[in-house]
T-cell receptor
């Protein structure tokens, strides 16, 4: 079945440490890939997206993500986490050839310790 | 900046009541969406509208209906609210290009007693 998986429900990192959030998808063809962030009490904000081309995508707030076709993954990274990065992060896909309907993963909650 | 607003941040209703959730966007977007967000389940699409008076069911439309009479406004209707509809409801909008960025409102936390 087609799906988006975020295997980590909750991650805790120290401020200044590096971060990697995992996302795997299961679709026949490579879908369009997105990462959204939801800060407490807020709606979702787009961090970055991948359609094609360069497999390393730069986003806002110092985030980047790397698309790996062989692993069906689109992991989100940040070299040095700030306390304000504490939030919930959602990976999402739009299968190619479909309407603009996002399918979301279940989310990863990031806690940052000082 | 794109602005998507939702009529209420918090709402408390009783079982059996008819509930209206309103969403307004100011970017002239063709597409509008309603999602519900539940812990451990992420966001799930309830309904999608790609033009005025046009709508498509999402993954979990049961118990919900929608209305889009004007381009900027998309309403979610719970015909007879039930306790299992207690959730966070998020509205989003986008241009029609495939996989264009969706812009989200702040959400309405609905509690059905």
């Amino acid at each position: 079945a087609q799906s988006v998986t975020q295997p980590d429900i909750h991650i805790t990192v120290s401020e200044g440490a590096s971060l990697e959030l995992r996302c795997n998808y299961s679709y026949g063809a490579t879908p369009y890939l997105f990462w959204y962030v939801q800060s407490p009490g807020q709606g979702l904000q787009l961090l970055l997206k991948y359609f094609s081309g360069d497999t390393l995508v730069q986003g806002i707030k110092g985030f980047e993500a790397e698309f790996k076709r062989s692993q069906s993954s689109f992991n989100l990274r940040k070299p040095s986490v700030h306390w304000s990065d504490a939030a919930e992060y959602f990976c999402a896909v739009v299968p190619t050839g479909t309407a603009s309907k996002l399918t979301f993963g279940t989310g990863t909650r990031l806690q940052v310790t000082l | 900046d794109v602005k998507v607003t939702q009529s209420s941040r918090y709402l408390v209703k009783r079982t059996g009541e008819k509930v209206f959730l309103e969403c307004v966007q100011d970017m002239d977007h063709e597409n509008m969406f309603w999602y519900r967000q539940d812990p451990g389940l992420g966001l799930r699409l309830i309904y999608f509208s790609y033009d005025v008076k046009m709508k498509e069911k999402g993954d979990i439309p049961e118990g919900y209906s929608v209305s889009r009479e004007k381009k900027e406004r998309f309403s979610l209707i719970l015909e007879s609210a039930s306790t299992n509809q207690t959730s966070m409801y998020l509205c989003a909008s986008s241009f029609p290009a495939t996989a264009d960025t969706q812009y989200f409102g702040p959400g309405t936390r609905l509690t059905v007693l």
